[in-house]
């Protein structure tokens, strides 16, 4: 086999793998220009989104987030975490349950804590991952106890 047979072989694979991946491309970008075209009438649910796509940590840090701009909560010059006066109030809740949720771990801490150690609590963790679940479940299924557990309940 001469050199320029062995370049013209190399040279007709080589086109036939790109013209595989620039088929492969135009038939993907093709399905997701179809998918976008209906996510106007869906609703994505942040905290849903962040606990999904990266980490049940940056869910808290969104719903921790939520809560300072509100007023609940405050942050002391440690970097921890403790109620405001406005926050005590059991009245005062998000209409979420991802930061009513960290509210609830806050309120129940009694004192400033860091957000990394909500993180590693066991109870704190299953009631974030159940309300982040519950609130994208019907309205029925969360009635009847089948959709995840409630905030105050233990996980089964």
Request: charge should be negative.
């Amino acid at each position: 086999m001469s050199q320029h047979t062995l370049f013209d072989l190399a040279l007709a694979v080589a086109a036939g793998v790109y013209v595989v991946l620039a088929v492969r491309w135009r038939v993907r970008a093709r399905a997701d220009r179809a998918a976008a075209a209906h996510l106007d009438a869906v609703e994505i649910d942040p905290y849903h989104a962040l606990a999904t796509a990266w980490s049940p940590s940056r869910t808290d840090r969104a719903a921790a987030a939520e809560l300072l701009l509100a007023g609940l909560i405050q942050v002391d010059e440690e970097g921890h975490l403790s109620v405001t006066d406005e926050g005590a109030d059991p009245a005062r809740a998000p209409e979420h349950p991802v930061p009513a949720n960290l509210l609830t771990s806050l309120r129940r801490k009694g004192s400033p804590v860091g957000l990394y150690q909500l993180y590693w609590n066991t109870e704190h963790g299953e009631r974030r991952d159940a309300a982040a679940v519950s609130h994208l479940l019907p309205e029925r299924e969360r009635r009847d106890g089948r959709g995840g557990p409630a905030a105050d309940r233990p996980v089964r």
